[in-house]
């Protein structure tokens, strides 16, 4: 670093001194007014200027290049110097790229002579238990040669053996075919007792399910008795107007607001209110409110009947009453009491929908037996429809047409054979009824005949089954 110095210390002076010896040639020129080349004065002074500096540069490069060897290596070889440092550059990455390859196969290299140790290892044991058992198996090779001798010795014995067998063979199959034949003589009447388990298993089956009908139906009529045994006791006391449970006016109901909710039940009431006067106070001149229902009943009907949707209304006696009710006759308070069911109007039954079934059994059947069946299949479907929340009890049969009903009953009588009959809804039943009904012939769960209709199916035609009969049903009744 000094030499440094002492190099731009000595640039410095050496340009000082020239350029003073410049200025002072020039100035010497200038006054003698000299002429070179035929230049004029003042072109030659220049001319002198432009040579001392020309003289100063020189001499400043020859004294920079005289001095430092590194300034001429600069200067003349800095291209080729900048080539070999790029190439240098390169080769030094190629160099590191060789070294991380080297690197990966030597690491490589380690693993693969692991796990060529790892398989000499289990090779080595492979061997030794190989060994083990090359030694076991010419012990059990000697033991099996031992008992090929033992079993040789057997077979021998076995053939003898097998020649008697033989002959007894032969006398267990004639035996084994006469078995053969009992036993299918067996297994054809097992199927005839099967087939007959299995009529009498389905007789058992038709048999409880009348049982069940039988039990509702008694359980039904219970209730009728005991209503009439409550009439018959309010005999003694006159004669009943209105009974327990007896419906006064039903009708459908459908409102939109509490009060026109109110305004149609009150319609209701008057209307109940003029029938029970007829029944309780015939022939009189009274008009009067004499059905008792309180403020808080009537109020809450309202709120669940006024959404819009139909309902079933009934208003029923709560209690029997006599004709001549002294509280009537005496314009007292309201003392007939009574209550209102409200059902909403639902579909209850489709068409086609079975509702109650009974069997003819033992022909020929007379007009009685045929007759007390039906009513007895009438009263059976009042009981289901009961159940299941018509309001209405009336039992509307082949749309009340006699001469059809008539023909179906003449039908039965003329089949001759065991047959069921049930009832099937004919068209849609709301829960505000009546409960219209078709009648259907079965024998086998094949359709016979039905009042829609007549025409008998059982010569030469394959029957319809019940749903495709019921769909006919359907079809008919709502064109």
Same mark, same amino acid.
């Given at each position: ?37 035929? @230049? ?27 001095? *430092?060897?590194?300034? #001429?290596?600069? +200067? ?13 550059? &390169? ?21 693969? #002579? ?15 238990? &190989? ?10 090779? /000697? ?47 097992? *199927? &005839? ?7 009498? $298993? ?25 209503? @009439? ?35 149609? @039940?009150?319609?209701? @009431? ?7 006067? /007829? ?12 059905? *008792?229902?309180?403020?808080? /009943? ?5 709120? #669940? ?28 308070? =309201? ?7 409200? *059902? ?18 033992? =022909? ?28 209405? $009890? ?40 009546? +409960? ?8 086998? $769960? ?13 010569? $030469? ?17 709502? =064109?």
């Amino acid at each position: 670093m000094v030499s440094g110095y002492i190099l731009i210390l000595a640039v410095l002076l050496l340009g000082g001194v020239i350029a003073t010896l410049g200025d002072r040639i020039g100035m010497k020129v200038g006054k003698a007014r000299l002429s070179l080349f035929n @230049l004029r004065p003042r072109q030659t002074a220049t001319v002198v200027s432009i040579a001392t500096g020309s003289v100063i540069s020189a001499s400043t490069l020859a004294l920079l290049f005289g001095v *430092s060897s590194q300034l #001429r290596t600069g +200067v003349f070889e800095l291209g080729e110097i900048q080539n070999d440092l790029a190439q240098a550059e &390169a080769d030094l990455a190629n160099a590191r790229q060789t070294q991380a390859e080297v690197q990966a196969d030597l690491e490589s290299s380690v693993e693969e #002579r692991e796990r060529a140790m790892s398989r000499l290892r289990e090779i080595n044991q492979f061997l030794a238990q &190989a060994v083990e058992q090359q030694e076991r198996t010419e012990t059990q090779l /000697q033991q099996t040669r031992e008992q090929l001798q033992k079993v040789s010795e057997q077979a021998q014995t076995l053939r003898q053996t097998t020649d008697e067998l033989r002959s007894e063979r032969d006398s267990l199959l004639a035996q084994q075919a006469n078995i053969s034949e009992q036993i299918a003589q067996r297994d054809a009447a097992i *199927s &005839a007792l099967d087939r007959e388990i299995a009529e009498r $298993d389905r007789a058992i089956t038709q048999r409880e399910e009348r049982l069940t009908l039988l039990e509702q139906e008694q359980t039904f009529l219970e209730q009728q008795v005991a209503a @009439l045994e409550e009439q018959y006791q309010g005999l003694f006391l006159g004669n009943i107007a209105l009974g327990r449970n007896e419906e006064i006016v039903s009708g459908i109901l459908r409102a939109d607001t509490p009060e026109q909710a109110r305004k149609i @039940l009150n319609q209701f @009431l008057a209307e109940a209110n003029f029938r029970t006067l /007829q029944r309780i106070a015939p022939g009189t001149s009274i008009d009067q409110q004499i059905l *008792s229902l309180s403020n808080r /009943q009537l109020q809450q009907l309202i709120n #669940r009947i006024s959404t819009g949707q139909e309902f079933v209304i009934r208003i029923l006696s709560a209690a029997n009453y006599v004709t001549g009710e002294s509280c009537v006759l005496e314009g007292q308070e =309201p003392c007939i009491d009574i209550f209102i069911d409200a *059902s909403p109007n639902q579909l209850v039954y489709t068409p086609g929908e079975r509702l109650a079934s009974i069997a003819l059994e033992f =022909p020929p059947f007379s007009d009685q037996e045929v007759v007390e069946r039906f009513n007895y299949l009438v009263v059976a479907t009042q009981f289901r429809a009961q159940q299941d929340g018509v309001a209405v $009890d009336d039992v509307v049969v082949a749309d009340n047409s006699t001469e059809t009903l008539v023909a179906f009953l003449q039908a039965i009588q003329a089949y001759g054979r065991p047959l069921d009959i049930q009832a099937i809804a004919a068209r849609d039943v709301y829960t505000i009824g009546p +409960v219209n009904i078709g009648l259907v012939a079965l024998d086998n $769960d094949q359709v016979l005949f039905w009042t829609n209709n007549l025409a008998p199916l059982w010569d $030469d035609l394959n029957p319809p089954s019940l749903e495709e009969s019921s769909d006919t049903g359907q079809n008919r009744s709502n =064109p």
